[in-house]
């Protein structure tokens, strides 16, 4: 797998969270949600999936996987890395899609677009890890396959995201 650069971290400064103090939220309290309540889905009701029946996949059918085969990357062709080269970063240099990095700038995982509402997640083997639903602060909830909540992610202000754990302990970033 081959990032192109001006998605790497490694290579690119404007998007390397450490070098760039506007996307690191231990930097800038804006996109921090233990400093901005409205991107903290413990006080913001309207991001929280346990209180949103909207953005919870138990009780809304069109966001859960298990239940709505156009999302579900088993089941659609379109989605699915093993099947879409075009998806699949693996073997496609010109993969436009999302990457997740860790905090050493590490990647982990990449994101497909399941529909405006809905994204997948993938390990680099090719694994369906997770999936995330878009809230309304322009971030996604985040589940593993089971439709339990992992965290979230919130824009960084400009081109992507950082990704959260359910206790809104920084994890990663998305770009």
Do not use: C
Request: charged share 15%; glycine share 4%; aromatic share 10%.
């Amino acid at each position: 797998m081959i990032i192109a650069r001006h998605k790497n971290p490694n290579l690119n400064r404007n998007i390397n969270p450490k070098l760039n103090r506007n996307i690191n939220p231990n930097l800038n309290r804006n996109i921090n949600p233990i400093l901005n309540r409205n991107i903290n889905p413990i006080l913001n009701r309207n991001i929280n999936p346990v209180l949103n029946r909207n953005i919870n996949p138990f009780l809304n059918r069109n966001i859960n996987p298990i239940l709505n085969r156009s999302i579900n990357p088993i089941l659609n062709r379109n989605i699915n890395p093993v099947l879409n080269r075009n998806i699949n970063p693996n073997i496609n240099m010109n993969f436009n899609g999302l990457y997740l990095f860790d905090l050493n700038n590490s990647p982990i995982e990449f994101i497909v677009e399941a529909n405006d509402q809905v994204i997948q997640m993938f390990d680099f083997e090719l694994k369906n890890t997770g999936f995330g639903v878009k809230h309304i602060q322009n971030g996604y909830s985040i589940f593993d396959l089971n439709n339990n909540y992992k965290g979230h992610f919130e824009s960084d202000s400009i081109d992507g995201y950082n990704y959260f754990d359910s206790n809104n302990n920084w994890i990663g970033f998305v770009k």
